[in-house]
């Protein structure tokens, strides 16, 4: 499908699996099936390759080695370019490139793709007024855990320290998110609801700690950018919902695991991505 096609390799050296002897084997990867790079693009130094850029210099496949944010930031600047995209896990959870592929790892899902085991799909996304989630949105006040993972990022201790010590009272005392259409969910509304896009719509689940152990838990998940751990409620699965925090606060969210924040009156709608990518599992 891709011999003798233009690629391009984006990476992001602030990734997870972005290390220079991770790139230069997944280089490796494409060469040991005939299929050559013609340009490497550090995200970090360069920016996002734009449609104008790609259509000028005939580019008909951008892979993206990176994490699901920086996913999300190059994707979101390609729709309705007529190339296709290779997502393959070069973050910390690569929540769409599983979608994608499975738990196929980079050189693997190379080879499928040299097979010709690959298919261009545009998968369901999760789509907001501050941005559509490729592997889902969080929405709450428990996203506040999320500037404790930059300041770790940054190796900042004291900052550390003192954003975690906000993010546990942003969690435990914070204005809870309610699901108000279709109205469900606890009375009393959630630390923070998740919507994961699904083949039908999006998955909804309510999370919601009932002891500080509870709290700390859902917390060191998120900072592994996985919010699935710890009590939580099924609230279905829908085309369209409406979060709302009742006293009127800024809703924090995670599109894809990167901070945003949304007024105190959000609708989250399904749509298609507005670019083809490249799938390799049986089921995206």
Not at 241 to 253: D, H, K, N, Q
Request: glycine content about 14%; aromatic content about 6%.
């Amino acid at each position: 499908m891709i011999n003798g096609k233009t690629i391009w390799l984006a990476v992001n050296a602030a990734s997870g699996s972005n290390n220079e002897a991770a790139v230069t084997a997944l280089e490796r990867a494409f060469e040991g099936q005939n299929f050559r790079i013609g340009r490497r693009i550090g995200f970090q130094d360069e920016g996002a390759p734009t449609i104008a850029e790609l259509r000028r210099e005939g580019v008909d496949i951008l892979v993206i080695f990176t994490g699901d944010g920086t996913v999300n930031t190059l994707v979101a600047g390609l729709g309705g370019w007529e190339g296709a995209v290779l997502v393959l896990p070069g973050g910390t959870m690569n929540i769409l490139a599983g979608r994608l592929h499975g738990d196929a790892e980079p050189a693997e899902i190379v080879a499928r793709v040299a097979a010709g085991q690959v298919r261009r799909v545009r998968p369901t996304i999760v789509r907001s007024s501050q941005g559509d989630g490729l592997s889902g949105i969080l929405a709450g006040p428990g996203t506040a855990w999320a500037h404790v993972r930059e300041a770790m990022r940054d190796t900042d201790v004291l900052g550390t320290i003192s954003t975690a010590a906000d993010a546990i009272g942003e969690s435990t005392a914070g204005h809870f998110v309610h699901c108000a259409e279709p109205v469900c969910g606890r009375a009393e509304g959630y630390s923070a609801i998740q919507l994961v896009p699904r083949a039908d719509g999006f998955a909804v689940q309510g999370y919601y700690a009932e002891t500080l152990g509870d709290y700390a838990k859902q917390g060191i998940a998120l900072l592994r950018r996985n919010f699935r751990e710890g009590p939580n409620d099924d609230l279905g699965c829908h085309s369209s919902v409406r979060l709302v925090c009742p006293e009127g606060e800024a809703m924090g969210l995670l599109i894809d695991g990167e901070p945003r924040e949304a007024g105190p009156d959000e609708t989250f709608t399904v749509a298609r991505c507005g670019v083809d990518l490249l799938a390799t599992a049986v089921d995206e």
